[in-house]
T-cell receptor, first 114, second 114 residues
Framework: DQQVKQNSPSLSVQEGRISILNCDYT??????FLWYKKYPAEGPTFLIS?????DKNEDGRFTVFLNKSAKHLSLHIVPSQPGDSAVYFC?????????????FGQGTRLTINP | DTAVSQTPKYLVTQMGNDKSIKCEQN?????MYWYKQDSKKFLKIMFS???????INETVPNRFSPKSPDKAHLNLHINSLELGDSAVYFC?????????????FGSGTRLTVV
């Protein structure tokens, strides 16, 4: 039973436009969410996070939105650049546990077209 | 200078063999993890060690045995390899066992069992 789902395996966006990546979760105990970016043959690298006390967190071109009632979060990248082409993983966890683990979605491959 | 390094990067082996994957981090982190990326691309936690002590042990066959000789190393030994063990295995580390600290991932080890 996958608790974190990214239902779009791939997304193609034109350079300069907005990229929107979506993520849904089922476990209501999750209260901390992260996005990771992964290039081929490399490990995932941390991009941006949000805790459940917020509904938006912004870092430069990247903004994460959290809708707790819908158990949905999204990552907005604007403007999209060719270097943003990568696989993006959504991850979630529950703060307050003694040892925390990240539960990942299956990733969305983002391709930015020139 | 690689922060979290895994060896080997690729491993092809026959069913029934025993193999090890090594992981080392030079970040001074206290906590290390093994994640498995399965055929459906989900990243799932297998083990976590904090200061050489096992703190997370997910439902993993006991053919998989992690070993942490010191805080900078977490190796994964797999006995009697099966076809279903084919996956990409990622090592990661964090400064502590809570999500106040980010995860740094290695670049992965692609294991193929034939």
């Amino acid at each position: 039973d996958q608790q974190v789902k990214q239902n779009s395996p791939s997304l193609s966006v034109q350079e300069g436009r907005i990229s929107i990546l979506n993520c849904d979760y089922t476990n209501s105990m999750f209260d901390y969410f992260l996005w990771y970016k992964k290039y081929p043959a490399e490990g995932p690298t941390f991009l941006i996070s949000i805790s459940s006390i917020k509904d938006k967190n912004e870092d430069g071109r990247f903004t994460v939105f959290l809708n707790k009632s819908a158990k949905h979060l999204s990552l907005h990248i604007v403007p999209s650049q060719p270097g943003d082409s990568a696989v993006y993983f959504c991850a979630a966890s529950a703060l307050g546990e003694g040892a925390q683990k990240l539960v990942f979605g299956q990733g969305t491959r983002l391709t930015i077209n020139p | 200078d690689t922060a979290v390094s895994q060896t080997p990067k690729y491993l092809v082996t026959q069913m029934g063999n025993d193999k090890s994957i090594k992981c080392e981090q030079n970040l001074g982190h206290d906590t290390m993890y093994w994640y498995k990326q399965d055929s459906k691309k989900f990243l799932k936690i297998m083990f976590s060690y904090n200061n050489k002590e096992l703190i997370i042990n997910e439902t993993v066959p006991n053919r998989f045995s992690p070993k942490s000789p010191d805080k900078a190393h977490l190796n994964l030994h797999i006995n009697s390899l099966e076809l279903g063990d084919s996956a990409v295995y990622f090592c990661a580390s964090s400064q502590g066992p809570t999500l106040n600290y980010g995860y740094t991932f290695g670049s992965g080890t692609r294991l193929t069992v034939v």
